[in-house]
């Protein structure tokens, strides 16, 4: 009786469990109905190619694709000479030009850290999906599947395909996921961890575990060749940090939780106050906007030993700077120009404040926090910024969707982060390309601009070298020569797989979606605590 008292609780837990699943998937996407191509052939012309790979600018270049894949690569001329017609590749009957003279072409932007929306936000497929393809970003890594393994690998197989409008997705499970209880033993952490293989996953987002736990399922991961991420949740961070994930085979760190506790040198916990308690969102982030300034001066010993310890392990970090730009600068993030047309009513609600929802805004922010904040940001992108100059890899990812991000738009916001960090302009474009296709295992396919490669390309008419602003799909302001105030930039063409999408029709039907959830709804955004309409 025992027993299937205890199977019959089981099974109930299990139901609710799968019930609430189901009531967190969002709308899924719908048949794709924009986009021209494949092609048989497509020759885009006369452009100007910033690589993923660190090399300076060249052009004007014509690049040839045939079935998806990168056929040729022809330097056909030099800067403000006439391009001999006689030297350009040749179009093919039932070929497709494209003419980009004057335009700069970059590879596909990958988001390390793209989740797909979340009911809680409102945030759709389609409307996240055109938000990222509407800035570039042509393959994305989901790191939770919070709408479901099977929602995702649906998604990711329908991208495959080109029967959506969509990035390439990397599907990572939350390990645990899809289970009604704790992972209590290490045989059970690789159990979970083979199963999750075979479900079709490419990885695993880890939060934390007891050591033993990690331990195992970071080692049946490597076994099976899987990849992984983690962020460190201070849960349990104390006794497993970033150090002791990188040893045990993590491939890439999210944000920068574990790695301050890495580099404790005279203490072995936060300085958390007596009064703290985890649940409360206040208390974690402004107690957080304190870990760097505990952790050991940059470049001391002990500094340079964790750093080089990581270095040699061949470590993947992906800073997420972008998601907790809030908290040194509340008031830039809440009156960023992108909200008013490009936010949903549901998104920007749950971006208030609140005491139960993580990802909204905290209790009550102030100038102290914000302070504190700018110095941890200082500390964090010293080290950051040191890694990638001894040879480390840094990616790219957003994690938008939470504290005033908007998908696409935060995306740009981490590139001009990582530019603020002391990145040059092309290292920013290497960790927005390479680098994440080389910590996805991709580099052969996405990445850099090469015979072979898949088409995967970012097309702009403005240098987004000289100024990464260009790339929002706001575009930037800028006086002309005539005194004309107008606006540039704004991606011009997304092309993936070899399909090219106008990015900035795109735009406009995430902004009819913005006006429709508004008119039904009679919604005006405002600001928190106000009446007057923003």
């Given at each position: 009786?025992?027993?299937?008292?205890?199977?019959?609780?089981?099974l109930?837990?299990?139901?609710?469990?799968v019930?609430?699943?189901l009531?967190?998937?969002?709308?899924?996407?719908?048949?794709?109905?924009?986009?021209?191509?494949p092609?048989?052939?497509?020759?885009?012309?006369?452009?100007?190619?910033?690589?993923?790979?660190?090399?300076?600018?060249?052009?004007?270049?014509?690049?040839v694709?045939?079935?998806?894949?990168?056929?040729?690569?022809?330097?056909?001329?030099?800067?403000?000479?006439?391009?001999?017609a006689?030297?350009?590749?040749?179009?093919?009957?039932?070929?497709?030009?494209?003419?980009?003279?004057?335009?700069?072409?970059?590879?596909?932007?990958?988001?390390?850290?793209?989740?797909?929306?979340?009911?809680a936000?409102?945030?759709?497929?389609?409307?996240?999906?055109?938000?990222?393809?509407?800035?570039?970003?042509?393959?994305?890594?989901?790191?939770?599947?919070?709408n479901?393994?099977?929602?995702?690998?649906?998604?990711?197989?329908?991208?495959?395909?080109?029967t959506i409008?969509?990035?390439?997705?990397?599907?990572?499970?939350?390990?645990?996921?899809?289970?009604?209880?704790?992972?209590?033993t290490?045989?059970?952490?690789?159990?979970?961890?083979?199963?999750?293989?075979?479900?079709?996953?490419?990885?695993?987002?880890?939060?934390?575990?007891?050591?033993?736990?990690?331990?195992?399922a970071?080692?049946?991961?490597?076994?099976?060749?899987?990849?992984?991420?983690?962020?460190h949740?201070?849960?349990?961070?104390?006794?497993?940090?970033?150090?002791?994930?990188?040893?045990a085979?993590?491939?890439?760190?999210?944000?920068?939780?574990?790695?301050?506790?890495?580099?404790?040198?005279?203490?072995?916990v936060?300085?958390?106050?007596?009064?703290?308690?985890?649940?409360?969102?206040?208390?974690?982030?402004?107690?957080?906007?304190?870990?760097?300034?505990?952790?050991?001066?940059?470049?001391?010993?002990?500094?340079?030993?964790?750093?080089?310890?990581?270095?040699?392990?061949?470590?993947?970090?992906?800073?997420?700077?972008?998601?907790?730009?809030?908290?040194?600068?509340?008031?830039r993030?809440?009156?960023?120009?992108?909200?008013?047309?490009?936010?949903?009513?549901?998104?920007?609600q749950?971006?208030?404040?609140?005491?139960?929802?993580?990802?909204?805004?905290?209790?009550?922010?102030?100038t102290?926090?914000?302070?504190?904040?700018?110095?941890?940001?200082?500390?964090?992108?010293?080290?950051?910024?040191?890694?990638k100059?001894?040879?480390?890899?840094?990616?790219?990812?957003s994690?938008?969707?939470?504290?005033?991000?908007?998908?696409?738009?935060?995306?740009?916001?981490?590139?001009e982060?990582?530019?603020?960090?002391?990145?040059h302009?092309?290292?920013?474009?290497?960790?927005?390309?390479?680098n994440?296709?080389?910590?996805?295992?991709?580099?052969?396919?996405?990445?850099?601009?090469?015979?072979?490669?898949?088409?995967?390309?970012?097309?702009?008419?403005?240098?987004?070298?000289?100024?990464?602003k260009?790339?929002?799909?706001?575009?930037?302001?800028?006086?002309?020569?005539?005194?004309?105030?107008?606006?540039?930039?704004?991606?011009?063409?997304?092309?993936?797989?070899?399909?090219?999408?106008?990015?900035?029709?795109?735009?406009?039907?995430?902004?009819?979606?913005?006006?429709?959830?508004?008119?039904?709804?009679?919604?005006?955004i405002k600001?928190?605590?106000?009446?007057?309409?923003?």
């Amino acid at each position: 009786m025992k027993n299937l008292f205890a199977k019959v609780f089981y099974l109930i837990f299990f139901l609710f469990f799968v019930v609430n699943s189901l009531l967190a998937q969002v709308q899924k996407a719908p048949q794709r109905q924009e986009g021209e191509g494949p092609f048989s052939q497509l020759i885009i012309r006369g452009i100007t190619l910033i690589n993923g790979n660190g090399a300076p600018p060249r052009g004007p270049i014509d690049i040839v694709v045939e079935n998806n894949k990168i056929a040729k690569i022809a330097v056909v001329g030099n800067p403000g000479i006439a391009i001999d017609a006689e030297k350009r590749p040749k179009l093919k009957a039932g070929g497709k030009e494209l003419n980009c003279e004057g335009m700069y072409l970059l590879p596909g932007f990958i988001d390390m850290h793209g989740h797909i929306g979340g009911k809680a936000q409102g945030a759709d497929a389609e409307y996240v999906f055109k938000l990222w393809m509407g800035h570039g970003i042509t393959t994305i890594r989901d790191p939770a599947c919070g709408n479901g393994l099977d929602w995702v690998l649906e998604h990711k197989e329908k991208s495959q395909k080109n029967t959506i409008t969509a990035p390439r997705i990397q599907a990572y499970t939350v390990f645990g996921q899809g289970r009604y209880d704790r992972i209590a033993t290490t045989e059970e952490a690789r159990q979970w961890v083979r199963e999750n293989a075979k479900k079709g996953a490419d990885g695993v987002k880890f939060f934390g575990a007891p050591p033993e736990i990690m331990a195992a399922a970071l080692d049946e991961n490597k076994k099976l060749e899987l990849r992984s991420a983690c962020h460190h949740a201070q849960m349990d961070v104390a006794r497993w940090n970033v150090l002791h994930s990188a040893r045990a085979g993590l491939t890439t760190m999210e944000h920068w939780y574990g790695l301050p506790e890495a580099l404790f040198d005279n203490r072995t916990v936060q300085d958390y106050p007596l009064d703290y308690n985890y649940q409360n969102e206040q208390h974690r982030f402004k107690e957080a906007g304190r870990l760097w300034q505990q952790a050991a001066v940059p470049y001391s010993e002990h500094w340079n030993k964790v750093m080089n310890e990581l270095l040699q392990l061949d470590f993947t970090i992906d800073p997420t700077f972008n998601i907790y730009e809030a908290n040194r600068d509340l008031m830039r993030a809440r009156r960023a120009e992108w909200h008013e047309e490009y936010t949903m009513p549901s998104l920007w609600q749950f971006y208030m404040p609140s005491k139960i929802s993580h990802g909204s805004y905290w209790h009550y922010w102030g100038t102290e926090e914000e302070v504190d904040w700018r110095k941890n940001y200082q500390l964090w992108m010293t080290f950051i910024n040191e890694y990638k100059n001894r040879g480390g890899r840094i990616t790219a990812g957003s994690d938008s969707g939470f504290i005033f991000q908007l998908y696409g738009f935060a995306y740009v916001r981490e590139l001009e982060l990582l530019r603020e960090a002391g990145f040059h302009p092309l290292e920013v474009i290497r960790s927005a390309t390479l680098n994440g296709a080389e910590a996805l295992g991709m580099d052969q396919l996405i990445g850099t601009v090469e015979v072979g490669k898949l088409a995967d390309f970012v097309i702009i008419e403005e240098n987004p070298l000289k100024n990464l602003k260009v790339l929002y799909g706001t575009g930037t302001i800028k006086l002309t020569g005539d005194n004309e105030i107008v606006r540039v930039g704004g991606v011009k063409y997304t092309i993936k797989d070899g399909i090219v999408y106008d990015a900035k029709q795109l735009l406009e039907d995430v902004k009819a979606m913005v006006r429709a959830s508004k008119t039904k709804d009679d919604f005006e955004i405002k600001q928190p605590g106000l009446d007057k309409k923003f």
